[in-house]
């Protein structure tokens, strides 16, 4: 979207009353609202990993400004974090397991707000269960200041091995 411009003219007046015509004109530039986002799309990609999508490129030297809310939950939304206005989308790693969460997102510059985006829910599965882990130490003689160990594991199907809070060494 281009800026509006506007011309302002000055006049002068005295105590007798205003001097006729302007005495000086100047153009200054306004920039227009940054478009608001459409398309927010979350999706859980973990059980604490939450991916976000939209449309509508920042524009203005702007930038995205995304809010979360647990629902039900918090009464209102807050600001988690922000994103580069040539972006269109944000990784959010801060969601609990099997929660629900309402997101929504607006573009901004230094001095104006975009309306928000519809609002996109989105439910963190919980942690799998099933997992087993074990390691595998060399004995004490073996062993070196850098000897890796090992890890066995099982997975339920469709799950890999990541570092993770919730998996659980046994």
Not at 23 to 32: D, E, F, K, L, Y
Not at 51 to 76: V, Y
Not at 104 to 109: D, F, L, N, Y
């Amino acid at each position: 979207m281009a800026a509006a411009a506007l011309l302002l003219l000055l006049t002068a007046s005295s105590p007798g009353g205003a001097v006729p015509g302007p005495i000086a004109g100047s153009m200054i530039t306004i920039p227009r609202l940054p478009p608001t986002p459409t398309g927010l799309m979350a999706v859980a990609i973990g059980p604490t990993v939450v991916q976000l999508t939209w449309a509508g490129p920042g524009e203005n030297g702007g930038f995205f400004t995304i809010w979360r809310k647990s629902s039900p939950g918090t009464a209102d939304f807050v600001p988690i974090a922000t994103a580069a206005g040539g972006g269109a989308g944000y990784t959010d790693p801060t969601t609990d397991p099997n929660t629900r969460y309402l997101y929504r997102v607006r573009a901004e510059t230094s001095y104006y707000r975009s309306d928000w985006s519809s609002e996109a829910p989105v439910t963190t599965p919980a942690p799998p269960t099933g997992v087993v882990v074990g390691a595998v130490v060399p004995t004490e003689a073996d062993a070196g200041a850098n000897t890796p160990v090992m890890l066995e594991f099982s997975l339920p199907e469709g799950y890999r091995l990541d570092r993770n809070p919730f998996i659980v060494v046994v």
